[in-house]
């Protein structure tokens, strides 16, 4: 089944730790996107990708890192976590063929740095 | 730059009631725009979306929405509200680009 997952689901960990935040989809899919959001709040996009070793920074400025080295496959580093990055991060794709860029998003991880 | 607004932070309605949440949207051409919903601590799922045609758009879930150019608005109505609608929907639109701008959300919370 064509899907979009994330893991972890859930990330508590402490200050000055390096994570990565996994992100894939079996769509097909050539755009990719990280949002970050805060509890109650908006969307920002952070990042996004329109294909295979295309990544730029979104709208909201963030000290994490993404790549995208395959298709499917769309990681966000942080090298070093702050609690100011403690957030929800969704992660979605669309079709580029489409020129209305219908977003496919995945359940999310939230993180939590002490 | 297009921009999403939506002017209710918080609704309540009892279970069985109607429902109608707002939304009004900022762009010069005819936009591409979408309703998802959020329940707690989930990722968000596409209700519906318009792009062109027929105004009122039909969407999983018995919600519809209809865009009106005149009042730049693409308001998300239910005719019976079920508990398990209780969930935050966000308001979307691209303008014709490729980056969706949401609204702040609406949070929707269903008495019994």
């Known amino acids: 089944e064509a899907d979009i997952y994330q893991t972890p689901r859930y990330l508590v960990i402490g200050t000055g730790k390096k994570i990565t935040l996994e992100c894939s989809q079996t769509?097909?899919?050539?755009?990719m996107y990280w949002y970050q959001q805060d509890p109650g709040m908006e969307l920002h996009l952070i990042h996004y990708?329109?294909?295979?070793?295309?990544?730029e920074k979104g709208d909201l400025s963030s000290e994490s890192t993404v790549s995208r080295i395959r298709t499917e496959h769309f990681p966000l580093t942080l090298e070093s976590a702050r609690p100011s990055h403690t957030s929800q991060y969704l992660c979605?794709?669309?079709?580029?063929?489409?020129?209305?860029?219908?977003?496919?998003f995945g359940p999310g991880t939230r993180l939590t740095v002490l | 730059a297009q921009s999403v607004t939506q002017p209710d932070i918080h609704i309540t309605v009892s279970e069985g009631a109607s429902l109608e949440l707002r939304c009004n949207y900022s762009?010069?051409?005819?936009?591409?725009l979408f309703w998802y919903v959020q329940s707690p601590g989930q990722g968000l799922q596409l209700l519906l979306k318009y792009f062109s045609g027929d105004t009122l758009v039909q969407g999983i879930k018995g919600f519809e929405a209809e865009f009106k150019r005149s009042q730049s608005s693409f308001n998300l109505r239910k005719p019976s509200v079920h508990w398990s609608d209780a969930a935050e929907y966000f308001c979307?639109?691209?303008?014709?680009?490729?980056?969706?701008?949401f609204g702040t959300g609406t949070q929707l919370k269903v008495e019994l």
């Open positions: 979307a639109t691209t303008g014709g680009g490729n980056k969706l701008t």
């Open positions: 979605a794709s669309s079709d580029g063929r489409r020129t209305y860029n219908e977003q496919f």
């Open positions: 762009y010069g051409a005819t936009p591409y």
């Open positions: 769509m097909g899919h050539d755009k």
């Open positions: 990708s329109y294909g295979v070793n295309s990544t």
